[in-house]
């Protein structure tokens, strides 16, 4: 007997296994101050405001592939138009944050196995799981701003004086 399966399936497992490596090494390489391998003095060109959003950036283009695994198991057109979009801004964020060829190499190599298989992830996100992670996002934004403004507020006062609620709020954002 044999085993006929979903066609695409185990291309799509690559897909999957490579954007959850991509991922992980993202993580790795944002912890990593200076890359395995780097181009010059480049990173000097950049601001460092430039630099430490560009590490902020890249960690969330990981947390974006890491989180798109499961759809990218499935099939799912969204997910995959996700993981390619964090994929891509990672290469540029690698350019920016001390020209690691590790971390370009490795985006640019998923980026291009997921555009190549695009028309292996047809199928159409559920509306209501849309919406649910549109809600669980903006509840975890609106979270994390409380925290920062609650922490600011009882931190500030111990170091700086009395702020204004405005002020604190600027800081945390």
């Known amino acids: ?26 993580f790795v390489l944002v912890m ?4 395995p ?5 480049l990173h000097r060109a950049f601001p460092v405001e430039a630099v430490i959003t560009s590490r902020f950036l890249l960690v969330l283009a990981s947390l974006a592939q ?20 964090a994929a ?9 944050k001390r020209a690691d060829l590790v971390g370009i190499a490795a985006s640019a190599a998923t980026a291009a196995l997921l555009i190549a298989w695009a028309p292996l992830f047809p199928a159409r996100s559920d509306p209501a799981m849309a919406r649910r992670g549109i809600a669980w996002f903006v509840l975890g ?3 994390a701003f409380v925290y920062a403004l609650a922490g600011l507020w009882w931190l500030d ?17």
């Not at 085993?3 to 490596?21: C, H, K, L, N, S």
């Not at 890491?66 to 979009?85: C, D, E, P, S, Y």
């Open 1 to 26: 007997m044999t085993r006929t399966g979903i066609p695409g399936q185990r291309r799509r497992r690559i897909a999957a296994g490579v954007v959850a490596a991509n991922a992980l090494l993202g």
């Open 32 to 35: 990593v101050h200076h890359p």
């Open 37 to 41: 391998i780097q181009v010059g003095p």
């Open 66 to 85: 890491a989180g798109t695994v499961r759809g990218l198991l499935r099939g799912k057109r969204q997910a995959w138009l996700i993981a390619t979009v």
């Open 88 to 96: 891509l801004a990672a290469i540029a964020c690698f350019q920016v």
């Open 141 to 143: 934004t609106a979270g």
């Open 157 to 173: 006062r111990h170091f700086r004086g009395t702020e204004s609620l405005i002020a604190i709020a600027e800081d945390a954002v």
